[in-house]
């Protein structure tokens, strides 16, 4: 399993960005997947995450009517539109795989990407 975050940047207050995860060794249509983000000096936190069919979400409430995840199947690949960014969501995002959705996240669980920065500063 490999997963390849890309789309983080610097950006202004207010500003959108949008995170891709590349997905590879796994069929990626049939499982869930999410985000996760750890901002500096703090733990880990779920983002979002969306179940195989793109049918069900789930967003941490900081992020939500802000953030959209998406996913296409067919590509084998995992989107996080991020708009209305604000300071607070400065951290490096992480695609993951086979996450414990129910339970604080933790690198050691499940298939962790390399993560992307995201800085929202003016």
């Known amino acids: 399993v490999q997963l390849v975050e890309s789309g983080g940047g610097l950006v202004q207050p207010g500003g959108s960005l949008r995170l891709s995860c590349e997905a590879s060794?796994?069929?990626?249509?049939?499982?869930?997947i999410g985000w996760a983000r750890q901002a500096p000096g703090k733990g880990l936190e779920w983002v979002a995450f969306?179940?195989?069919?793109?049918?069900?979400?789930w967003y941490i409430d900081s992020v939500k009517g802000r953030f959209t995840i998406s996913r296409d199947n067919a590509k084998s690949i995992m989107y996080l539109q991020m708009d209305n960014l604000k300071p607070d969501d400065t951290a490096r995002y992480h695609c993951?795989?086979?996450?414990?959705?129910?339970?604080?996240?933790?690198?050691?669980?499940?298939?962790w990407g390399q993560g992307t920065q995201v800085t929202v500063s003016s």
């Open positions: 969306i179940f195989g069919d793109g049918g069900e979400t």
């Open positions: 060794g796994f069929s990626f249509g049939y499982y869930a």
């Open positions: 993951v795989f086979g996450g414990n959705w129910y339970a604080p996240p933790r690198k050691n669980d499940g298939t």
